[in-house]
Protein backbone atom coordinates (compact mmCIF):
# COMPACT_ATOMS: atom_id res chain seq x y z
CA UNK A 1 0.00 0.00 0.00
CA UNK A 2 1.38 3.24 -0.68
CA UNK A 3 1.02 5.99 1.08
CA UNK A 4 1.24 10.16 0.13
CA UNK A 5 1.45 12.79 2.82
CA UNK A 6 1.41 16.37 1.84
CA UNK A 7 2.03 19.26 4.51
CA UNK A 8 2.38 22.41 2.80
CA UNK A 9 -0.51 24.45 2.89
CA UNK A 10 -1.74 27.28 3.94
CA UNK A 11 -2.99 31.00 3.64
CA UNK A 12 -1.20 33.67 1.29
CA UNK A 13 -1.82 37.11 -0.20
CA UNK A 14 -3.15 37.44 -3.48
CA UNK A 15 0.78 37.56 -6.05
CA UNK A 16 2.58 35.43 -3.22
CA UNK A 17 4.24 31.93 -3.40
CA UNK A 18 3.76 28.86 -1.40
CA UNK A 19 5.37 25.38 -1.95
CA UNK A 20 3.56 22.04 -1.67
CA UNK A 21 5.42 18.70 -0.77
CA UNK A 22 4.20 15.64 -1.09
CA UNK A 23 6.32 12.27 0.64
CA UNK A 24 5.55 9.20 -0.74
CA UNK A 25 6.00 5.99 1.16
CA UNK A 26 7.47 2.59 -0.39
CA UNK A 27 10.49 1.68 -3.11
CA UNK A 28 9.02 1.82 -5.85
CA UNK A 29 8.47 6.10 -6.28
CA UNK A 30 10.80 6.69 -9.31
CA UNK A 31 8.72 4.42 -11.44
CA UNK A 32 5.61 6.00 -11.40
CA UNK A 33 4.30 9.27 -12.85
CA UNK A 34 3.03 11.53 -9.94
CA UNK A 35 0.25 14.49 -10.80
CA UNK A 36 -0.75 17.30 -8.80
CA UNK A 37 -4.84 17.82 -8.88
CA UNK A 38 -7.49 20.40 -6.82
CA UNK A 39 -10.89 20.99 -6.04
CA UNK A 40 -12.54 23.95 -5.18
CA UNK A 41 -16.10 24.27 -3.13
CA UNK A 42 -18.85 22.83 -5.59
CA UNK A 43 -16.37 21.90 -8.22
CA UNK A 44 -15.04 19.36 -9.64
CA UNK A 45 -11.53 17.90 -9.18
CA UNK A 46 -9.32 19.38 -11.96
CA UNK A 47 -5.64 18.62 -13.06
CA UNK A 48 -3.16 20.94 -12.32
CA UNK A 49 0.26 19.85 -13.14
CA UNK A 50 1.80 16.71 -13.72
CA UNK A 51 5.54 14.71 -14.09
CA UNK A 52 7.17 11.89 -15.62
CA UNK A 53 8.89 9.22 -13.80
CA UNK A 54 12.58 10.83 -14.06
CA UNK A 55 11.68 14.29 -13.94
CA UNK A 56 12.59 14.85 -17.47
CA UNK A 57 9.11 15.83 -18.65
CA UNK A 58 5.99 18.33 -16.70
CA UNK A 59 2.87 19.01 -17.97
CA UNK A 60 0.70 21.91 -16.41
CA UNK A 61 -3.15 23.08 -17.00
CA UNK A 62 -3.26 26.54 -19.04
CA UNK A 63 -4.50 28.12 -16.00
CA UNK A 64 -0.99 27.61 -13.75
CA UNK A 65 1.25 27.84 -16.81
CA UNK A 66 4.11 30.11 -16.08
CA UNK A 67 3.32 30.58 -12.37
CA UNK A 68 3.27 27.07 -11.39
CA UNK A 69 6.57 24.54 -11.43
CA UNK A 70 6.56 20.77 -10.41
CA UNK A 71 9.15 18.77 -9.72
CA UNK A 72 10.51 15.70 -7.89
CA UNK A 73 13.59 14.61 -5.75
CA UNK A 74 13.26 10.64 -6.53
CA UNK A 75 16.17 10.01 -3.65
CA UNK A 76 13.52 11.44 -0.98
CA UNK A 77 10.78 10.03 -2.43
CA UNK A 78 9.16 13.55 -2.82
CA UNK A 79 6.96 15.29 -5.34
CA UNK A 80 6.57 19.46 -5.08
CA UNK A 81 4.29 22.29 -6.62
CA UNK A 82 6.17 25.87 -6.71
CA UNK A 83 3.60 27.82 -6.91
CA UNK A 84 3.74 31.48 -7.74
CA UNK A 85 2.28 34.67 -8.66
CA UNK A 86 -1.14 33.20 -6.73
CA UNK A 87 -4.66 34.19 -7.52
CA UNK A 88 -7.85 34.04 -5.54
CA UNK A 89 -9.17 31.45 -7.99
CA UNK A 90 -6.13 29.12 -7.11
CA UNK A 91 -7.90 28.53 -3.55
CA UNK A 92 -8.74 24.94 -3.45
CA UNK A 93 -7.67 22.17 -2.08
CA UNK A 94 -4.87 20.38 -3.74
CA UNK A 95 -4.09 16.76 -4.08
CA UNK A 96 -1.03 14.99 -4.55
CA UNK A 97 -1.40 11.75 -6.79
CA UNK A 98 0.45 8.64 -8.08
CA UNK A 99 -0.04 7.47 -11.81
CA UNK A 100 -0.47 4.03 -13.04
CA UNK A 101 2.22 4.31 -15.59
CA UNK A 102 5.69 6.10 -16.39
CA UNK A 103 3.77 8.59 -18.29
CA UNK A 104 1.62 11.45 -16.52
CA UNK A 105 -1.92 12.19 -18.02
CA UNK A 106 -4.72 14.68 -17.51
CA UNK A 107 -7.24 12.37 -16.13
CA UNK A 108 -8.20 11.36 -12.72
CA UNK A 109 -8.56 8.11 -13.76
CA UNK A 110 -4.97 6.99 -14.28
CA UNK A 111 -4.02 7.36 -11.14
CA UNK A 112 -4.16 5.10 -8.22
CA UNK A 113 -3.28 6.52 -4.91
CA UNK A 114 -4.15 9.87 -3.52
CA UNK A 115 -3.10 12.05 -0.51
CA UNK A 116 -5.72 13.42 2.00
CA UNK A 117 -5.60 16.82 0.42
CA UNK A 118 -4.17 20.04 1.83
CA UNK A 119 -6.09 24.23 1.95
CA UNK A 120 -4.20 26.41 0.10
CA UNK A 121 -6.52 29.60 -0.09
CA UNK A 122 -5.49 32.98 -1.43
CA UNK A 123 -6.65 36.37 -0.38
CA UNK A 124 -7.37 38.92 -2.56
Known amino acids: QVQLVEPGGGLVQAGGSLRLSCAASGRTFGLYAMGWFRQAPGKEREFVAA????????YYADSVKGRFTISRDNAKNTVYLQMNSLKPEDTAVYYC?????????????????WGQGTQVTVSS
Open 51 to 58: INWSGGKT
Open 97 to 113: ARGKGMVPTMSTYEYDY
